[in-house]
C-alpha cells in the first residue's frame, strides 16, 4: 500500500516550452502534497505544498507563477514548469503522507532537463 | 528554519563492513525519517522513527528526540547499500507537516 506514481520519469524540452509533471497517490487520498527539488548532488529542496482544492503555499525563494501547481482531486496533483530554462533543469520529486505510522511516501522522480 | 546536518558526508566502506550515520537536527521535530536514495533517484523508505529503536534486517535506526540526532545503523554492508542516505524531519506548520532534508550521506560499499 502507499504508493505514489509520478509522470513522466524523463522529460527534455526546449527552452521557452511548458511541461507538466503529475503526481497520483494510487491506493490512498491525499488532501496535501509536497513537491521538491534536487540538483545534482544536493539535498532535496521543498518547493511547494499542495491543497486539494485550494492554493499552493510556496516556500521562500519559488516563483508561483512558474512553477504552477494544481491539487484538482484526492489522488492528483500536477507541477508545471512554465517558460522552462535551462536552470530549471533538475529532478523533481513529489510526495505525499500516507498514514502517519509511513511518514511520506515519495513519487520516483522526474528529470527534467531544458536545452 | 530547522537545520538537519548529516555526518560524514561521504563514506567508503569494504563490503561486510558496519557503519554509523548521524542526523543532528537542531529543533524539536514532530517525526522522523530515513531514506535510501538509489542510483536512479528513487528514495526508499526505510525507517519512520520519531523516537526510539527499530531493526529491519541487517538496518537499525535510533532517535534521540531529547538530545536531536538520530543514527542509523548498516550491519555487514552490501554493495547494494551503495546510494544516498538521507534523514528527514517533520514539524507541524500551519496545519500540515513540513518536512526538511538532511544534507546526505553519500555511501559507497566496495567488493
Known amino acids: 500500500g502507499a504508493v505514489v506514481s509520478q509522470h513522466p520519469s524523463r522529460v527534455i524540452c526546449k527552452s521557452g516550452t511548458s511541461v507538466k509533471i503529475e503526481c497520483r497517490s494510487l491506493?490512498?487520498?491525499?488532501?496535501?502534497m509536497f513537491w521538491y527539488r534536487q540538483f545534482p548532488k544536493q539535498s532535496l529542496m521543498l518547493m511547494a505544498t499542495s491543497n486539494e482544492g485550494s492554493k499552493a503555499t510556496y516556500e521562500q525563494g519559488v516563483e508561483k507563477d512558474k512553477f504552477l501547481i494544481n491539487h484538482a482531486s484526492l489522488t492528483l496533483s500536477t507541477l508545471t514548469v512554465t517558460s522552462a530554462h535551462p536552470e530549471d533543469s533538475s529532478f523533481y520529486i513529489c510526495?505525499?503522507?500516507?498514514?502517519?505510522?509511513?511518514?511520506?511516501?515519495f513519487g520516483a522522480g522526474s528529470r527534467l532537463t531544458v536545452l | 528554519g530547522i537545520q538537519v546536518e548529516q555526518s560524514p558526508p561521504d563514506l567508503i566502506l569494504q563490503e561486510g563492513a558496519n557503519s554509523t550515520l548521524r542526523c543532528n537536527f537542531s529543533d524539536s521535530v514532530n517525526n522522523l525519517q530515513w531514506f535510501h536514495q538509489n542510483p536512479w533517484g528513487q528514495l526508499i523508505n526505510l525507517f519512520y522513527?520519531?523516537?526510539g529503536t527499530k531493526q529491519n534486517g541487517r538496518l537499525s535506526a535510533t532517535t534521540v528526540a531529547t538530545e536531536r540526532y538520530s543514527l542509523l545503523y548498516i550491519s555487514s554492508s552490501q554493495t547494494t547499500d551503495s546510494g544516498v542516505y538521507f534523514c528527514a524531519v517533520g514539524l507541524n506548520s500551519g496545519g500540515y507537516q513540513k518536512v526538511t532534508f538532511g544534507t546526505g550521506t553519500k555511501l559507497q560499499v566496495i567488493p
Open positions: 491506493d490512498f487520498q491525499a488532501t496535501t
Open positions: 522513527i520519531p523516537s
Open positions: 510526495s505525499a503522507p500516507a498514514m502517519s505510522a509511513l511518514g511520506l511516501t
